[in-house]
């Protein structure tokens, strides 16, 4: 792939990693432990990854911090077109990853959490325009392995994160394709999730330092469990 790395990599002001291509994972980089940060105006750019994960960015046991840049138009033959993260710590407060294409799940992100916080902090993270099985499946944030999405303070206008996972939370009909999160004014900073036909299915809210995701009509305490 274009990098790889095992202690940091920052990538700011107009930097681009792009056109390269992994045959296994990392197409763009590859980032072994240590630390990743995207901001300003940067750019991951269609990088591949042909027989495995991450086409834009592969993270194993690193943290990872995006404050703006894009991470648009990568591919992968496996999962995580845009980011696959296996990583530490994952912190989103802006930027924007979209057009990225995985032939498994997590067209944008495939987020392994083990236990982690996927961390948004104010901004306005885009997640979303991401799509798997050779263009065909909308699929964005992919989440597995048990996970929580933190919520630091409130999203900005704009913010446009698209959830697809098995079990967003138990005995909820929040399914398996898109929602997206937004912040509704004077709410106490609450993140509601829509499904794209309008119909509200739940909210998130910070709660002892956790999301906590619920139906409506049913308390659940479980998030991405």
């Known amino acids: 792939g274009g990098v790889y790395s095992t202690s940091q990599v920052t990538i700011a002001g107009s930097a681009s990693i792009t056109k390269n291509t992994a045959k296994v994972n990392g197409g763009g980089v590859f980032m072994n432990g240590g630390t990743f940060e995207m901001s300003e105006n940067s750019r991951i750019f269609k990088n591949s990854a042909t027989n495995g994960d991450g086409g834009g960015v592969y993270i194993w046991s690193a943290a990872y911090t995006m404050t703006n840049g894009k991470i648009i138009g990568n591919s992968a033959g496996g999962k995580g077109g845009g980011v696959y993260f296996a990583g530490t710590s994952y912190s989103m407060t802006g930027g924007e990853i979209t057009k990225n294409s995985a032939a498994g799940d997590g067209g944008g992100v495939y987020y392994n959490g083990g236990g982690t916080n996927l961390i948004l902090t104010g901004g306005k993270p885009v997640i979303s325009g991401n799509t798997k099985s050779g263009g065909t499946t909308a699929d964005n944030l992919w989440v597995t392995n048990p996970a929580h999405i933190r919520l630091d ?6 913010t446009d994160i698209r959830v697809t996972s098995p079990t967003p939370y138990p005995g ?7 929602a997206r999160f937004y912040d509704e004014p004077n709410k106490g ?4 999730i829509k499904s794209d036909d309008g119909g509200l299915c739940g909210r998130i809210t910070d709660v002892a330092n956790l999301a906590w995701i619920w139906d409506d009509t049913e308390v659940e305490t479980a998030v991405f469990e």
């Open 153 to 158: 303070s409130p999203m900005g206008e704009g």
């Open 172 to 178: 909820s009909e929040f399914g398996d394709s898109k």
């Open 189 to 192: 900073g609450a993140m509601f």
